[in-house]
């Protein structure tokens, strides 16, 4: 069946749901829980689900401040935060129960729609716990607007960062985007300058002590590039790009050649692993570095992220 530009091709799986169009196919994984596979013509863009993200590497403020050790349920719950429900909406259709095996064999191989929206809700592995959901909504175009809800919780920490997390196979060749020039964040951001920068490769400030760098405040557009897969029958290194625009709101990220998590394993830039993806985090809120006297003092109230407070952030992603 040849594909109708206003339509979505919709396949209902045993177990996941699949998106596609003329040049675009998506798979979403109700076992895995989110996005399992983004392929615009031809190119995939994941090397794993999607999560939401609550742990930025620590700095050398975080560290004389003691923050760190406070926020230390934080970092768990960046690495095993479980997804535990699953919602689906087709056009007007709100499925009560999911369309798995077998009840998926009441559905064609030629099913169409002309928006879907997906609803993960995660659970974290903090003590209380807490969940953020985040909804894909697809349209017709290929297009996928993702929304991120954080309920807030008392008796929690505070948090070092809240985003949602991709990490693509390979290594980007640069980025583009247009919001404050340089690294800023929420306390350092009064000597940037708004405009559109082209940053090549994913650099890494060479702190002494790797910690967390790269972020970017207040973005409208961010395009990110590449020229490899990891598919060795693909010899075509052109570059091809994925677009992500704000949703309301401008948004924050940072991309990388490295997760939090590897930049906190490391005490020296030599212990980094050797890059081989690239981490594009969208964040909707980012807690200060301070630095007010000697990297001890903690950071100005007003640039922290108190857990009890919900939040709820957005973002497109686009075809280029």
């Known amino acids: 069946m040849a594909y109708n530009t206003n339509q979505l091709k919709v396949v209902y799986g045993d177990a996941s749901l699949g998106l596609g169009g003329a040049d675009f196919h998506y798979l979403f994984s109700y076992e895995r829980g989110g996005l399992e596979s983004l392929v615009i013509d031809g190119k995939e863009w994941l090397y794993r689900v999607p999560m939401p993200t609550f742990w930025r590497a620590t700095t050398d403020n975080d560290r004389g401040n003691n923050?760190?050790?406070?926020a230390a349920q934080w970092y768990a719950a960046d690495r095993f935060t479980t997804c535990q429900g699953v919602q689906?909406?087709?056009?007007?259709?709100?499925?009560?129960e999911l369309p798995v095996a077998p009840l998926n064999n009441q559905f064609s191989d030629h099913e169409t729609a002309t928006t879907?929206?997906?609803?993960?809700?995660y659970v974290t592995s903090?003590?209380?716990?807490?969940?953020?959901?985040?909804s894909y909504t697809v349209t017709a175009d290929g297009n996928i607007k993702?929304?991120?809800h954080y309920v807030g919780q008392d008796n929690l920490p505070e948090l070092p960062a809240l985003g949602f997390r991709f990490i693509m196979p390979t290594t980007a060749t640069g980025f583009d985007y247009e919001g404050l020039s340089g690294e800023t964040y929420p306390d350092r951001m009064a000597g940037a300058t708004h405009g559109q920068?082209?940053?090549?490769?994913l650099p890494v400030t060479p702190y002494l002590v790797p910690q967390d760098c790269g972020m970017h405040m207040q973005t409208k557009w961010l395009t990110v590039t590449r020229n490899l897969t990891q598919n060795n029958a693909d010899r075509d290194q052109t570059p091809f790009s994925l677009r992500v625009e704000q949703s309301g709101q401008?948004?924050?990220?940072?991309?990388?050649p490295y997760t939090a998590e590897e930049l906190e394993n490391a005490t020296h830039m030599e212990e980094?692993?050797?890059?081989?993806?690239?981490?594009?985090?969208?964040y909707g809120a980012v807690r200060g570095v301070g630095g007010i006297d000697s990297w001890g003092s903690d950071v100005e109230p007003a640039y922290r992220i108190q857990a009890d407070q919900a939040r709820t952030f957005g973002f497109w992603l686009k075809r280029v």
């Open 116 to 121: 879907v929206t997906i609803t993960f809700q």
């Open 272 to 282: 980094l692993p050797l890059a081989r993806r690239t981490v594009l985090t969208i």
């Open 146 to 148: 993702v929304t991120v």
């Open 126 to 134: 903090t003590v209380p716990s807490t969940t953020v959901d985040v």
């Open 88 to 96: 689906l909406r087709v056009d007007d259709h709100h499925f009560d």
């Open 67 to 70: 923050f760190s050790v406070k």
């Open 250 to 256: 401008p948004f924050n990220f940072s991309c990388l």
């Open 197 to 201: 920068f082209h940053v090549d490769s």
